[in-house]
């Protein structure tokens, strides 16, 4: 089968990487899609925030990076049907320092992705720490596509330069056909003039790669990770949830446009 790989990107933290993984991943699974998120930030938070709990994790995306398990191995279910999950640890804050002298340090996670294990799942998104580090570079190595969260504030565009010299860097060594998913605004407060403003500044910056779709500021999704439930599953009806099946509509749209060119 041939599968997507997504990487959700953006070295500023709080932006909402985790929070599109999880209910992207939810939503495409809900339609139908095979879904497995790895979880590459130490945080946990995209573990966490699907169900699985700290002393439950065993295997985790650090046995991954230091090749101690196999991707089958370590791939855990969700309560969400046709959604995986890689879990991280904070074993994963010391890894870079581990891997630093192996030649293939950053071709760790495609090496992973290149199995059949891996193609089972039509769709495979990766959740970055808030950083360009070692991790974030296997993340972008190994995808097809990255999709960029920003949030609807004054700043939104700062960061986003290194983010793409990164990309580009990327793409003229390890990863040639690296291509940018699409860029999501998060944390959209419509009563927020400043928010409008960021929203009209962002599309004129970056046209069409910016997604229709706009994923409001919603306190239930916000909830929804203390319950460890994705907002799709925690609170179907309220207006995040709903922007995220929207957003997973936008992103199977686009792969389809891809795919006939
Ligand atoms: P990142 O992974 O980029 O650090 P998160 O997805 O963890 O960002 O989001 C940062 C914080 O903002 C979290 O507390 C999260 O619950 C909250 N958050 C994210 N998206 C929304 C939203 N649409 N509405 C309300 N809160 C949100
Ligand atoms: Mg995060």
Redesign the pocket.
Known sequence: MLNRIIT?A?Q???????????NLATALAAIGENVLVIDL?P?G??ST?LGIERKERRLSSYDLLTNSATLEEIVVPTAVPNLSIVPSTMDLLGVEMEISSASDRVLRVKKALQTDAARRYSYVLI?CP?SLNLLTINAMVAAHSILV?L?CEFFALEGLSQLLETVGQVRQTLNPALDIQGIVL???DARNNLAQQVVADVREHLGDKVYTTL???????????SYGKP?IIYDLKCA?SQ?YLQLASEVIQRERRRRAA
């Open positions: 959700i953006n500023k933290g709080g932006v909402g990487k985790t929070t599109t993984a999880i930030d945080q938070n995209a925030g959740d808030p969260p949030q998060t944390m959209y994923i409001p500021r919603n306190v239930r999704v916000s909830e929804a990770p907002a995040g922007a």
